[in-house]
Structure formats: C-alpha cells, structure tokens
C-alpha cells in the first residue's frame, strides 16, 4: 500500500532527476559546441571530422549523435547561436534611429562590437570558403538577413533612408559587414569603433547617390 509520504517522495525523486537529465543534456551539448568551434578555427570547416570534435570532448562517440547527426548540424548551430544572440541588438539599434546616420552607424556599430567580443565564432565562420554555403543558409541567419531588409524598407517609408533597391541595399550591408569585421580582427589593437566609422561613412557618402528601384 503506497502511502502519502511514499506518493510525495516519489514525486520529488521523478522530478530531480529530470532537472538533471536536462542540465546533463544541455551540458553535453554545449561541451559538443565549444569543442567544434575550437576544432573549425584550428583545422577549417573542410578538414574538420566528427572524429576531431568528439575527441576534443570527455564525451563518448554515441554521445555526439545524441545531440547532431553531422559536422554540419554543429557547424550550423554554432553558426545560428551567434545569430540568435546579436539579432535582438541589431533589431534594436534600427528601430530607435531617428536618421539615415543613426540607421547605418548604429547597425554597423553594433555588429562589429559583437564580433569583437565573439571572435572565435566569427573565426569559425571566415575559417574557410567552403562554409560560405552553409553560413548563409542557417535559418537564424536568414531571418536575420529578412529582419535587416524589412527594417530597411520600413525605414524606407517612414522617410529616414532614400528610396533604393531594399534587397541590393541589405546585401551591400552584410558584405560590407563581414569583410571589414574580418579584417578588423586580423589588426591590433582590434577597433570596432574604427571599423564602425569606416563603413558608416562609406554608406553615408554613397547611399543619397543610389539609383531608385525601377520595380514595384
């Protein structure tokens, strides 16, 4: 006969272990994370195996498939972590601006602070050309690149930005972005406030002079 106590007891003893499974899980996975980011950086997204990140862990071999079924899964949740953390600032950013300068400079600004503070992920990210594809096809990172053309756009409307080619615009943005980021992290010191200046002027001095769109 099982009695209140034993029913009590019972219900706090199902529940720890379920707190702990998930801290173990979310553990494992994020040992799997941090091994495959210092793997990518040291050996490049096209030399990398599985091998290589699990043996960069105290996890097992079966452990690893638990939680990804390919170096490509890690490769794109590293990359979709990163995306989900600087997202929300760049959102942010552009909708408090009040003028085509506080829009550019703040975006750029922004980035480029996060990508100082999160070298190793950027690094994995510019390792190789061969990630190039599987950077850009991340769904976090697309929504990103959906979140800047529609703010862009809007921006657009409400008059703080000319009337441009909205898709052309945030594709310049991002490429601009990623290439004076890289660069930024090969000097030293690192300034992102440097490079923040550099492409706010370089779009600044360019965007009143681009064409408007011709379709609708």
């Given at each position: ?50 091998r ?51 829009f ?8 480029f ?10 690094a ?14 991340t ?39 990623f ?38």
């Amino acid at each position: 006969m099982t009695t209140e106590t034993d029913s009590g007891a019972s219900a706090v003893m199902a529940h720890l272990p379920k707190g702990k499974r998930e801290r173990t899980k979310l553990a494992n996975r994020e040992a799997i994370l941090a091994a495959a980011r210092d793997v990518f950086a040291r050996l490049g997204y096209g030399a990398t195996t599985v091998r290589d990140i699990i043996r960069a862990t105290d996890l097992a071999s079966g452990t690893f498939y638990n939680y990804f079924k390919s170096k490509e899964e890690v490769f794109e949740a590293i990359q979709d972590e990163s995306a989900v953390r600087v997202r929300p600032r760049l959102r942010a950013e552009r909708i408090r601006a009040k003028s085509v300068e506080e829009f550019i400079a703040g975006s750029f600004r922004t980035f480029f602070d996060y990508v100082a503070t999160d070298r190793g992920t950027f690094a994995v990210m510019r390792r190789n050309a061969d990630t190039v594809r599987v950077r850009m096809d991340t769904p976090e990172i697309i929504a990103g690149f959906d979140e800047l053309k529609s703010d862009i756009v809007r921006a657009m409307d409400e008059g703080l930005l000319p009337r441009a080619d909205a898709d052309f615009l945030m594709a310049s943005m991002v490429g601009v972005a990623f290439e004076c980021a890289e660069r930024m992290l090969k000097r030293e010191p690192v300034d992102p406030a440097a490079a923040a200046d550099f492409a706010t002027a370089l779009f600044l001095g360019g965007i009143r002079a681009l064409p408007k769109p011709t379709h609708s």
